[in-house]
């Protein structure tokens, strides 16, 4: 995607409006933006429903509003990610997906951020559901 100003020639691509492309395309760089897309929202998502916990004494109506400001965001990229993903998967897969990226994205936010362990019951339970990926994406 180029960019043009009335003064100067052609600008370098600009990152987002390259990822936010929902025209139907080739190849396998459509997949990969809906991941990383989904990825982005997810950390997102995941500030606003949990980073609150970290900050239990800010009144409840802040950490609301706070979440709302943040959701906007998750929802900036988890959008145009269904969209373009829709070109690739079907929506149980999208959703598939979805899911496994926010057990990941959740798992390194609980360690690294909220300084909880990771215990192996929560490794085995993520696993099962991987297990299930498995399954969703077979073609039978």
Request: hydrophobic share 50%; aromatic share 16%; proline share 6%.
């Amino acid at each position: 995607m180029t960019f043009l100003t009335a003064t100067e020639g052609p600008q370098p691509p600009r990152v987002l409006p390259a990822l936010l492309k929902t025209q139907p395309q080739k190849g396998l760089d459509r997949p990969m933006r809906t991941i990383l897309l989904l990825t982005i929202s997810n950390i997102f998502m995941t500030f606003a429903w949990y980073g609150h916990l970290k900050y239990r004494e800010v009144p409840l109506y802040k950490v609301i509003l706070g979440s709302w400001l943040i959701a906007f965001f998750e929802y900036c990229f988890q959008v145009p990610a269904n969209r373009i993903g829709s070109y690739e998967f079907i929506a149980a897969q999208l959703k598939t997906i979805q899911e496994v990226i926010t057990l990941t994205v959740f798992a390194v936010f609980s360690v690294l951020y909220l300084k909880q362990p990771m215990r192996w019951n929560y490794l085995a339970g993520f696993a099962l559901i991987v297990a299930a990926v498995a399954v969703i994406f077979k073609k039978w």
